[in-house]
């Protein structure tokens, strides 16, 4: 299954319809765009649309919007650096980029092969798990 997922992926570079792909999804799947990039099209098989994804543990950007995803975060630390990052969490990586993913092509592929560790969160100040969430992204 990894190697379809990654032959799939692969066969995604060369277009121009997406600009990050999100290998552990945690958002809202853009119900709307789903036919976009679902079909049966091999180029475009099992991938879906995602908004306010917050996790930032694996991606692959597209080489155009580095410059674009660079400024976000940039902005993002120095708003931290400058008010403290408990006065508006929305800057941290995983919070800044939100405002990118409606303007800009963010995606999943729904069979998600891949997670992050169990751990405490500095965000949300518990100890979290979104493994489950991440294989149930199609869900929401």
Request: with cysteine; aromatic share 12%; hydrophobic share 30%.
């Amino acid at each position: 299954m990894i190697f379809l997922y990654s032959i799939q992926i692969i066969s995604m570079k060369d277009r121009n319809d997406w600009d990050l792909i999100t290998l552990t999804p945690r958002g809202k799947t853009m119900k709307n765009d789903m036919d976009a990039y679902s079909n049966s099209n091999s180029n475009t098989f099992g991938f879906k649309r995602i908004t306010e994804t917050q996790t930032t543990t694996a991606y692959i950007i597209k080489r155009k919007f580095i410059p674009t995803l660079m400024e976000n975060l940039h902005e993002g630390i120095t708003n931290m650096i400058t008010h403290g990052k408990t006065v508006n969490k929305n800057n941290t990586c995983d919070q800044c980029w939100k405002k990118l993913q409606t303007k800009y092509v963010f995606l999943y592929h729904d069979k998600v092969f891949g997670g992050q560790l169990p751990g405490y969160s500095t965000i949300e100040g518990t100890v979290v798990d979104y493994n489950k969430r991440f294989m149930n992204q199609a869900n929401y």
